[in-house]
């Protein structure tokens, strides 16, 4: 169970406090509706109904993350290396929802069940090619508040400066999203349970 109570839909809004973000709560949830089909946070989606507490910030989020999974270069024209990615930093973070909630869509993007297993040992498995240990490095790297030198001049050498630099934001925003799923630990089983 979660630590907070989440906020799926505006009925589930704490009503003594809809009267002050009435307006913030209204525009939040037809996005949701226009991104979903309908004006409620999806259980796969648990995060945002975490955010969702705070209905303008969510809302900016919301924003930010059609962007980043729809516009930004780097994140949206190699959803594999981009998959990779999000692994290596839930790895990384020990962030377990998280994880559960992209094993299937790495998969579906080139990432196999294999290669997510294999990522502790991305240095010693010769399931990846240079270019994804190229990332796995990176991401490890960018997490852990160290990226030497040479390792961001291999990266912008391969993905160019402005590759590297969205690279980097990618990095940071689904970490943002693995520290509040670590600290808040939202359940879901995406359909792994009993497996």
């Keep these: 169970m979660s630590r907070i109570a989440l906020v799926h839909s505006a009925d589930e809004f704490p009503a003594e406090q809809v009267p002050a973000v009435a307006d913030d709560l209204q525009a939040l949830f037809q996005h949701v509706a226009g991104w979903t089909g309908k004006p409620r946070i999806p259980d796969t989606g648990k995060v945002f109904a975490v955010v969702a507490r705070i209905p303008k910030l969510a ?8 962007y980043m999974t729809g ?8 959803n594999d290396l981009r998959q ?16 559960q909630a992209h094993i299937t869509p790495a998969a579906n993007n080139g990432i196999s069940a294999a290669m997510q297993a294999a990522i502790p040992y991305w240095r010693l498995s010769n399931i990846f090619d240079d270019e994804q240990k190229l990332v796995i490095e990176y ?18 050498a391969h993905f160019g400066e402005l590759g590297a630099t ?7 925003w689904w970490s943002f999203w693995a520290m509040i799923c670590n600290a808040v630990l939202p359940e879901h089983d995406f359909g792994f349970a009993g497996h």
Aim: proline share 4%.
């Design 59 to 66: 809302h900016l989020l919301i924003g930010v993350s059609d």
């Design 71 to 78: 516009t930004l270069p780097w994140t949206t024209q190699r």
């Design 84 to 99: 990779l990615m999000i692994q290596t930093l839930n790895y990384h973070y020990k962030c377990d929802y998280n994880f």
């Design 139 to 156: 991401t490890f790297a960018a997490v852990s508040g160290d990226v030497p030198q040479e390792l961001f001049d291999r990266v912008s």
């Design 166 to 172: 969205e690279f980097t934001i990618g990095v940071a």
